[in-house]
């Protein structure tokens, strides 16, 4: 089985000049995930796939980034319409998400966070879904599964910007919907997959998952994973 093993790093800009621009008319976040984690379980009694999330937050050593970080994990527990399970696994070998309060010198010094991964693609796999209510089923072929994540937050950065405690916790909740699969987000929609400093949005608890990201995780599913 051809099996190629890549490192993909997305950094997560505080004032992003890039946007998303689409051939084709639909929102650039309709077109996530190209990625998907690793461990997915289909829960036969609530019909839904879940991604069992194993992540350690012992090297982020601030203890005020650590409550955000667990803030950012508690909200993605409650507000992901039962397709995420995060649990704790300090010091396991293979764990999937590892988080940091130390930032790389070689990323980008002016983006806020990052996340990198280790990835293989699946030639065989292909995702799909069908929108809602109407309209074309989008394809996309060479789907990523990711094996692991490592999310560095830049402290140095985020102090400059003058980020408050929800723009920290904004900051991880972001990095975690990177880690499920879903992708950066600067069309407008109502996402904390939006880049940047939360308390800049303009709308109501811009630090937690929005009911566009939950909406996503209930569409996909992770379904097309085993096709
Ligand atoms: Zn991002």
Redesign the pocket.
Known sequence: MFKKVMINI?L?FLCTSITCVSAISVNAHELTPKALPKNLTYNSDMRLTVAEITYDMTQVININYRNQLSYAINDWEWYDNGHVSLRSTPGLANVYATFYDSYPSSFHKDSVAATSFTNYSENQSTWSYSRPLMGPVYREDNLTKIIKCKVYANVKKQRSSNFNNTDIHKSWT??IG?TLGLN?TNDGTVSV?K?GKGSSFGWAEYWKPQNHDRDDLRRFNYRYWYT
Do not use: F, K, N, Y
Request: hydrophobic letters at 25%; glycine letters at 0%; a negative charge.
């Open positions: 997305l997560c972001h990095e990177h950066d997959m880049q």
